[in-house]
T-cell receptor
Framework: EAGVAQSPRYKIIEKRQSVAFWCNPI?????LYWYQQILGQGPKLLIQ????????DSQLPKDRFSAERLKGVDSTLKIQPAKLEDSAVYLC???????????????FGPGTRLTVL | AQSVTQLDSHVSVSEGTPVLLRCNYS??????LFWYVQHPNKGLQLLLK??????LVKGINGFEAEFKKSETSFHLTKPSAHMSDAAEYFC????????????FGRGTSLIVHP
């Protein structure tokens, strides 16, 4: 079974530039998550999709970050314009949706390491 | 609201000695609880999960965790540490009922000395 795919693996940009990350979840997984992991901290959930609908985006800085999952499969996370503090690893994860509100295991991609200069 | 607290940022043990990584949570609902491990330059991997079945949960590589509702804890243990256990460990809590919105702890770095 193929895992969660992310690209690119590394990205270096200047501040105020734009950047986009792509994620392809495990086939059949209805739930997709984007996390930001700053060095030395735990992952912070940015946005969670259930199929192509947003379940939670309360921690997404909407003035500069956007995400979409148009066909309920792969997803794109964009930052425009980037700031120095956006330097982090961006993780994508997917999971199966279970009835009754219990969630299944999250499967994580390798992440994209973003450096903003 | 829900939150998770990992009580130690670093835990240092000798190879062959027991491991204890502490996690306390708060949740308005019956939680689902997870431990994930992150080895250097590798992705996050599930160690074990609790979803209201048995309170003592066994995971991979000899790890286990006990859900204690009265103490709101979900500590991770292993009887004998191995060098390959050196990694970052994350405790995760989620709501049950309605939407699952995961919250990660800050992580505990496990250091294993020869």
């Amino acid at each position: 079974e193929a895992g969660v795919a992310q690209s690119p693996r590394y990205k270096i940009i200047e501040k105020r530039q734009s950047v986009a990350f792509w994620c392809n979840p495990i086939s059949g997984h209805a739930t997709l998550y984007w996390y930001q992991q700053i060095l030395g901290q735990g992952p912070k959930l940015l946005i969670q999709f259930q199929n192509n609908g947003v379940v939670d985006d309360s921690q997404l800085p909407k003035d500069r970050f956007s995400a979409e999952r148009l066909k309920g499969v792969d997803s794109t996370l964009k930052i425009q314009p980037a700031k120095l503090e956006d330097s982090a690893v961006y993780l994508c994860a997917s999971s199966e949706f279970l009835a009754g509100g219990y969630t299944d295991t999250q499967y994580f991609g390798p992440g994209t390491r973003l450096t903003v200069l | 609201a829900q939150s998770v607290t990992q009580l130690d940022s670093h835990v240092s043990v000798s190879e062959g000695t027991p491991v204890l990584l502490r996690c306390n949570y708060s949740s308005s609902y019956s939680p689902s609880l997870f431990w994930y491990v992150q080895h250097p330059n590798k992705g996050l991997q599930l160690l074990l999960k609790y979803t209201s079945a048995a309170t003592l949960v066994k995971g991979i590589n000899g790890f286990e965790a006990e859900f204690k509702k009265s103490e709101t804890s979900f500590h991770l243990t292993k009887p004998s540490a191995h060098m390959s256990d050196a990694a970052e460990y994350f405790c995760v809590v989620s709501l049950s009922g309605g939407s699952y919105i995961p919250t990660f702890g800050r992580g505990t770095s496990l250091i294993v000395h020869p």
